[in-house]
């Protein structure tokens, strides 16, 4: 079943040239209006080495505000014949629009609160369930996928390990927790963390599902102008 989440316009297409920083690309926009080595803001922190590469076709999408450096951001890449969203600041609002709806993973949910602090972490969500448990929630992007298995993190993430570990302890203290995998490769069959580029992640993710933290990875798919949900994939084994 496939459901559309959100409707997602970009402004400009772009030819990626270089990453001269995590948060910073230098881009040509050749259309509508042509551009050379336009400094454009990548919301993402990773690597996105097989995404954001010399020549590879992007799209963009204007940004306004007066403390702002560069007028664009980069919404989405091209891999193969597909359009990959690497703009994570969409992610709230997919995950929100997810948890409300009748499709979500962890069930009919009620009292969903954004960014909480739990700890000495911040939480993207805390709702509680049908029975009135208290329901931890952390949301994470993912757009890399090797052989139809999504793998996240695709750089070493100590934040990501603080998050895993906050939800390990609302699950000793009697509360449900839970990681949500938005994973933005349509042809993923099943999500794995990736211990190659971070074996601390991976350790921490493997005690927290032994511990309860339970792990829902959800497949997108971005066509250009809409988001849409594809459904569940489970854990690889």
Do not use: Q
Not at 36 to 43: A, I, R, T, Y
Not at 49 to 62: D, M, V
């Amino acid at each position: 079943m496939v459901i559309e989440v959100m409707e997602l316009n970009w402004d400009a297409e772009g030819i990626f040239r270089s990453r001269p920083n995590r948060f910073l690309s230098i881009v040509d926009i050749i259309g509508p209006e042509e551009i050379k080595g336009e400094m454009v803001h990548v919301h993402d922190p990773g690597r996105l080495k097989e995404l954001l590469y010399p020549g590879n076709r992007i799209l963009l999408k204007k940004a306004f505000g007066k403390k702002r450096k560069t007028k664009w951001d980069v919404i989405a890449a091209r891999f193969e014949n597909e359009w990959i969203l690497i703009h994570s600041g969409y992610h709230r609002a997919i995950s929100e629009r997810i948890l409300r709806g009748n499709n979500n993973p962890l069930g009919p949910l009620k009292d969903i609160r954004p960014e909480v602090t739990v700890g000495h972490s911040r939480l993207d969500f805390v709702c509680k369930d049908e029975f009135d448990t208290v329901i931890g929630v952390e949301v994470k992007g993912c757009t890399l996928a090797v052989d139809g298995v999504a793998l996240f993190p695709d750089a070493p993430t100590k934040r990501g390990r603080k998050h895993l570990e906050t939800l390990m302890e609302m699950k000793a203290s009697g509360n449900r927790a839970a990681l949500m995998i938005l994973i933005f490769r349509h042809e993923a069959r099943c999500f794995s963390p990736n211990e190659e580029t971070d074996p601390r992640f991976t350790e921490t993710f493997r005690s927290a599902m032994e511990a309860g933290v339970e792990v829902h990875p959800v497949v997108f798919r971005y066509d250009g102008v809409n988001v849409s949900y594809l459904g569940t994939v489970p854990v690889c084994e």
